[in-house]
């Protein structure tokens, strides 16, 4: 099966396996095989999946031991939406929760529905182990659980309950610990803010970005006003230490009568699609939220969106970086002063 390939295939089964049995996209398989030492393109695993699932499929059905007739199915049904066309995922599985059937079928479902080092070495764990775990929390949309499974991958036997604490411990510190880009008169600032519900109270995280879109800054606030926008600005201008070239938004008149009191002398714009830059700032929240099936409390959902974002800064290229060999060299200097940061050199 796996005859003549480039890589060996403890590699390729590797690879399907993440992307299979964990929520990882292909370019976060790719960033992790990097990790490795592995320069591997994410068509190039793409392709491993779709040549080689099926047919793992078919060899784990021929080894898989018979079922006793007795045992109970329990089915059920559920809806996704694929390129705007909703159809059902019919599911089976036994008592044991073992997969035993699926199908797909057309229709739309009815219902609306600052820590040292000494505190380092005084762990159990190697420093090296802790910061992979963080990396792994912070870094792609896993649960506690999955990175658990992850690290007992390489033999770590670790629980999910000492990952949760280990980003809380050792996160922020990891971030601020991050590199920074030195801000510029020359900078451009996208704002923008979205809607928050926990525990069916909405509140409002306001979000900063550049023109390479790194973010700036973020706040949860309960208003969306005036008010609110100048705190917003003045953080940013107390953190940034000087006024930007330029600031886009869209066309909440907040913005600009916030603008007007604190930096009149900076051009602002608004218009409908300048601003997309701020609004793909929130799918990585988006899809952490929906991963973690919602935020717990409002004291922690700053504390962890400071430390995501930081680390996503650090490691994801700029938008002005668009070759892969930039790419891949800008991901290799990131983890190695990520390594070093964190004291896993």
Not at 113 to 130: G, K, M, S, V
Not at 272 to 292: D, G, Q, T, Y
Not at 308 to 322: E, G, I, K, L, W
Request: with cysteine; charged share 30%; aromatic share 10%.
């Amino acid at each position: 099966m796996f005859k003549g390939r480039h890589f060996d295939r403890s590699v390729i089964l590797l690879c399907v396996r993440w992307y299979l049995a964990h929520n990882l996209s292909l370019r976060d398989a790719k960033e992790m095989m990097t990790e490795r030492g592995l320069t591997i393109d994410h068509s190039t695993i793409h392709r491993w999946i779709i040549h080689y699932s099926l047919r793992l499929l078919e060899l784990f059905n021929r080894r898989k031991r018979k079922r006793a007739a007795s045992r109970k199915w329990h089915v059920d049904e559920t809806y996704i939406k694929v390129r705007g066309t909703w159809m059902y995922l019919y599911r089976a599985i036994d008592s044991g929760g073992c997969h035993v059937n699926g199908r797909v079928g057309m229709g739309m479902p009815s219902r609306n529905y600052e820590h040292t080092d000494r505190e380092l070495q005084a762990n159990r764990f190697p420093p090296q182990i802790i910061a992979h775990a963080v990396w792994l929390h912070f870094r792609f949309p896993l649960s506690l659980r999955l990175a658990e499974e992850m690290l007992l991958e390489r033999g770590v036997v670790v629980s999910y309950e000492t990952i949760r604490r280990w980003a809380m411990k050792f996160g922020p510190d990891y971030a601020r610990r991050a590199r920074r880009n030195a801000p510029s008169r020359l900078d451009i600032w996208y704002l923008d803010e979205v809607v928050i519900t926990i525990n069916g109270e909405k509140r409002y995280l306001w979000q900063a970005v550049d023109h390479e879109g790194y973010v700036l800054d973020e706040i949860v606030q309960i208003h969306r006003n005036t008010k609110a926008a100048r705190r917003l600005l003045t953080r940013l201008l107390r953190k940034q230490g000087c006024a930007p070239k330029r600031i886009i938004t869209d066309k909440l008149g907040s913005y600009a009568a916030a603008r007007r009191e604190l930096m009149s002398k900076v051009e602002h714009r608004q218009h409908k699609r300048l601003n997309n830059r701020a609004e793909n700032s929130h799918v990585p929240i988006r899809r952490r939220e929906r991963m973690m099936q919602g935020f717990r409390s409002w004291p922690g959902l700053p504390r962890f969106v400071s430390t995501f974002s930081a680390v996503r800064n650090h490691f994801v290229p700029s938008h002005t970086q668009r070759s892969a060999l930039s790419t891949h060299l800008r991901r290799l200097s990131a983890m190695m002063q990520w390594k070093s940061v964190t004291g896993a050199a």
